[in-house]
């Protein structure tokens, strides 16, 4: 599997006040100034490890470090049928319900085993390239499951990042993370952005982007508590960053809380349970929802007998 591509850039003389955008550019290969603004926007450019904005004027001096992603996969992108339940269609969307351990978009290591090669097996009267990210607006994580919407054109597909982009989509997720959480509910206000000291993780700080969760506890556990979580905003990791931040990280999550826990989990405990968006056809509001897997509710369960049915 092929990582990502760091880079690091000093500003010479003669390229003293010029626009961060314009300056990586010409520098860097394949680098466009939209895809450098872009690739700022997700805080994987950093002038002397600091966040940066497209219109900063470097300096002599400066260092600046660049994140790029791996190299795009093949352009055919190859069918693959994979048994994933389909919870709505119609002309303009589906709405999958993604088990764990499901890559939603090719990359470098998953190339032909994806949620969109899946798509491209049941539904080839649609036009998919793999370097086109079809009809993708939102990511769930490999290792988490629920609910993902694709769009089945382009049309569709603006409608819905409009959607995700004003926040008018309900997202709700259930969540076992570590610990007591004491209050019955509460928000998470706390930016999120690349993590300095290691770029593979997301982390709160002050650069970061604004980021908003509210959680309402479901059930408790002796060492654990089940949690609703519902998401104002959608940054990377924003969950299981916010849980660990408050110190009640997911059950499993090996990146950002690796702890033992009291029963076998075989992922981490995160599932999108609940969407509500607009069909980008009829503009009608459509609410869609799933139970946790069998995989989660044996969590539960064992965790329930264990303390003798409390909770």
């Known amino acids: 599997m092929h990582d990502v591509v760091r880079l690091v850039l000093n500003v010479s003389e003669k390229e003293q006040g010029e626009r961060l955008d314009r300056l990586l550019s010409t520098r860097v290969t394949g680098v466009s100034r939209s895809f450098a603004q872009a690739l700022m926007k997700a805080g994987d450019v ?56 499901l890559v939603t978009h090719p990359a470098p290591g998953h190339e032909h085993d994806t949620l969109v090669n899946a798509l491209k097996a049941i539904r080839p009267g649609l036009r998919l390239r793999a370097s086109d990210r ?34 008018s989509v309900e997202k709700r997720y259930l969540a076992l993370v570590h610990g007591v959480v004491e209050p019955e509910d509460g928000t998470i206000d706390a930016p999120i952005g690349r993590d300095p000291s290691d770029r593979k993780r997301m982390g709160v700080g002050p650069g970061g982007r604004p980021a908003v969760t509210h959680f309402r506890v479901l059930e408790r556990f002796q060492r654990a ?29 090996d990146l950002y809380g690796r702890r033992p826990f009291v029963v076998p989990v075989p992922r981490q405990f995160l599932h999108a349970t609940f969407l509500r968006f607009e069909l980008p056809g009829t503009r009608r509001q459509i609410a869609l929802q799933t139970p946790l897997p069998r995989d989660l509710q044996e969590v539960l369960q064992a965790l329930r007998v264990r303390e003798g049915g409390a909770g």
Do not use: C, M
Request: proline share 10%; charged share 25%.
């Open 225 to 253: 508590t089940l949690l609703e979580l519902d998401l104002v905003t959608g940054r990377t990791h924003q969950i299981r960053v916010h849980l660990a931040f408050i110190g009640h990280p997911v059950v499993g999550d």
């Open 46 to 101: 950093l002038v002397n490890e600091q966040p940066a904005k497209p219109a900063y004027r470097v300096r002599v001096g400066d260092r600046i470090e660049v994140l790029l992603p791996p190299a795009e996969p093949p352009e055919e992108l190859e069918p693959l049928y994979l048994p994933i339940p389909v919870l709505y269609e119609d002309d303009d969307v589906i709405v999958f319900d993604k088990p764990a351990g």
């Open 134 to 167: 079809p009809g993708i607006v939102h990511r769930l994580d490999k290792d988490t499951s629920g609910l993902l919407v694709v769009a089945k054109h382009e049309a569709a597909r603006l409608s819905l990042v409009q959607q995700w982009q004003s926040r």
